[in-house]
Each structure stands twice: as C-alpha cells, then as structure tokens.
C-alpha cells in the first residue's frame, strides 16, 4: 500500500524550498520512499502557468485536440484537462494543492473518484486547509510552521492535536454610516423571466428573482451555471442586460442609469482582487479608500472618515494593523479589511464572490462570523456567491441556479 500524505501548514507556499525539494524526489528526511523520482504538481499555480502559456504564445496545450483556449473552459473542465496532461506524463507520485477549490459538489465528487483511482497506482500528497478536503485515502498527515515540520504522524493524532476551536465573536457594533442614509427604495434587484444565450448557447433560462433591501442570500450553482452573468447583470457590466426586464435599485434598466450609479450602491469583494493593491498602502488607507472607490487612496481624508476606518479595524481586531501595509497583512486579514473597505459607506447592496475560497477552517469561520454581523447590524442586502456551503454562515434565502438544456433555471430554497 503506498503511503499518501496530507500537508498542512498555513505559511506554505508551493515555491517554498519544502515543496521543490519535494517535487524533485529530494526531501529525504520525510519521503525516503520518493528519493530519486520525479512529481507532479497539481495545482492552480501550475494551471495559472498553462493560460499565462497560451495568451502570450498561443500554445494550447490543454486544450488539446478540442481546439478551444483553456480560458474558456469551466474551473471543473480546467482542472480535469490540466489532470489528464499531468498523468499523460506518466509521474511517479502526485502533490494537490487544494485542489477542491472553487468547484462545484458535482466537480469534487469527480475529482475524489479520479484521485482515488490515481491512489492505487502512485503515492498522493495532499497539501490541505480544510478538514473536510481531506481525501478517505489519506494515511499519514505532517504540518508545517516556518518551513519546518512541527508534527508527521497518523492522521486521527493530527485531527486531535490541531483541532481549530471556531468560537468567534465580535464585540463591537456595526459602525454606522458617516452620512445619513437616504435610499428610499424596497427591491435591490428583481429579474423577471430574463434569459440570456452567449454564441446561440443558452446560459439562463426564464430567470424569476427578487432581493429586498437588508435581506441576505447566497447564490448557488455548479460551475458554468450562470452565477457570474447574473453578478455581472446586476453590477453593470454586463451589456446583456439591457433590454431585458430588470429593475435595480428601485429603476428598471435602462432608462438613463449609469454604471457609476449602479456601481456607487455596491460594495463587492472577491479575493482575486487582493492582487489590484500591490502598493504600499496601510491598512487604514486600505479601508478608507471604499469611500472614493479607488484602488488605495490618494487624497488626503477628513476627519470623519478617519474616525470611521478606526471603527472598521476596531471592529475586525486590527486596530493595532491600522499602520502596517496591507500586503504584509495575513490573507484572512487583507479579506477582513477589504470587506470593511466595501461596507464603510453602508451600500444597499454587498456582493461577495467565494470570499472564503483558499482559507482554512478557523479563517473561513472568522469571515462567517463578520458576514452574519454585516448582515444582521446594517441595512445593507448582502448577496454571498459559493460553491461551498459554509457551516457558520446565515444566509434567509439560497438562490440556486439548476442547469438544463434551455440554460440554467432558478429555484428559490427554503432556510
């Protein structure tokens, strides 16, 4: 029986020497049965590596004798394509980096069916965050602080001593807006049987939805459903919209709206744009900034808005950060201070798209926890878009989109 392993460590990186030496059969302290042979790395890094291939030279790799741009393929189609190329290559054992990462539950039972065949033919090492990820397989568990391996032992003596207590609370109030809220309107967004088809092929099909003002839903759907022309729809990016029957923020499109306008009622997160802010602002200059709505601020604030950007980072346990720079923070504490970025002038409406992709347990509970306060201490209508069901979150409604020949269907599900 091979020995597979899973890996654990909240400062691992996959260019880290640990896995390097890994990956070229040399971490003989902990893999003497690896010495010598050569792995695989299964991750979005490497799949990042194959579109960055194909945009610049044209090289379609994985798309292979599809003939389509890898780009245009579904996150659940990526990650088979890029694990066919990499078996094809015939590997003496496999490292996955989280590799259930924004797939659908239809996509992961693949993959853990896929990955269960692979482990009978190859060693698996599994570099994991969340304690559901785990695959059945897995039989040996390490874990890393500071490049170094602090436990390597059976997995049940792992889960015992690393068990993460996901208790948390936030003391302090909701902040209250700086100017006082005026809006006036009850319907946030309201779709009424809005179809869409992209190239003749149908995305969605005869879409019925309404979010009131303060009500708070996840939306739901497997990979390529349509949950990102819906997002698109509402934040006004999307010119599909028009002509269709939707009305936001109490005005039916396309009767004079700008995209500013629109845009100004919306606070939005989503972690990829974490890689927008690569400049030395602090993490008070970071929350500020969701007044201008500017990538990092550049104006000198007034008093009041000083005053509210405390009151964020006092609230999210990072007043004593207010002065560090924001790339230097944590990746749960860089997602804290742009959801406080996006919340500091109160929008109507929050859209967070998998906010907690990539965390571990007790950082995706921590982020819950904020949400479910955003959500029941403002005014503000939150539309939190998953694939992952998150134990500690509280969302009334779920909005599920369920594909279909036609495009996909909406369903409303009960609480």
């Known amino acids: 029986m091979h020995k597979h392993t899973a890996i654990n460590g909240n400062d691992l990186s996959m260019n880290s020497p640990f896995i390097k030496a890994l990956l070229k059969g040399e971490n003989n302290e902990y893999f003497p049965e690896l010495k010598g042979k050569k792995g695989a ?115 049940a003596s792992y889960l015992r001593k690393y068990e993460q207590n996901k208790e948390v609370h936030y003391c302090t109030a909701i902040p209250a807006p ?80 700008s995209v500013w306008e629109i845009k100004k009622r919306i606070g939005y997160f989503t972690p990829s744009m974490m890689d927008l802010f690569t400049r030395r602002q602090s993490a008070m200059q970071m929350v500020i900034s969701g007044f201008h709505d500017s990538i990092g601020l550049y104006q000198r604030p007034s008093e009041g808005e000083l005053t509210a950007a405390r009151r964020w980072l006092d609230l999210i346990h990072l007043s004593d950060y207010a002065n560090r720079p924001f790339i230097e923070l944590t990746q749960v504490q860089r997602r804290m201070v742009l959801i406080a970025r996006a919340m500091i002038k109160h929008p109507p409406l929050l859209i967070l798209d998998e906010p907690s992709t990539g965390l571990d347990d007790q950082s995706a509970a921590l982020l819950s926890a904020l949400i479910n306060k955003i959500a029941s201490e403002s005014q503000s209508a939150i539309l939190y878009v998953s694939h992952r069901l998150e134990p500690d979150l509280q969302p009334q409604f779920i909005y599920q989109l369920i594909p279909g020949k036609n495009g996909s269907l909406g369903e409303n599900i009960e609480q």
Request: glycine share 8%; no cysteine; hydrophobic share 35%.
């Open 178 to 257: 700086l100017h006082q809220i005026t809006e006036e309107f009850r319907v946030i967004a309201k779709f009424t049987d809005v179809s869409v088809n992209y190239n003749s092929r149908p995305i969605l099909s005869k879409i019925n939805w309404t979010i009131q003002a303060g009500e708070f839903w996840q939306l739901k759907g497997p990979n390529g459903s349509g949950k990102t022309t819906l997002l698109t729809m509402i934040n006004g990016d999307n010119p599909k919209a028009f002509g269709q029957n939707i009305e936001l923020f109490g005005r039916k499109k396309g009767t004079g709206e």
């Open 41 to 155: 790395l299964y991750s979005n890094s490497t799949l990042a590596q194959f579109i960055e291939e194909e945009f610049r030279h044209d090289n379609f790799v994985l798309g292979g004798q599809s003939g389509r741009s890898i780009r245009s393929f579904s996150s659940g189609e990526q990650k088979k394509a890029l694990l066919d190329y990499l078996m094809h290559k015939s590997p003496d054992f496999i490292v996955l980096d989280n590799p259930f990462d924004a797939l659908d539950t239809s996509s992961v039972n693949q993959l853990k069916r896929r990955l269960l065949n692979i482990s009978r033919q190859m060693p698996v090492i599994q570099v994991f965050k969340r304690k559901a990820d785990l695959l059945p397989f897995i039989n040996h568990a390490m874990r890393l602080h500071m490049g170094e391996v602090v436990f390597s032992g059976g997995v």
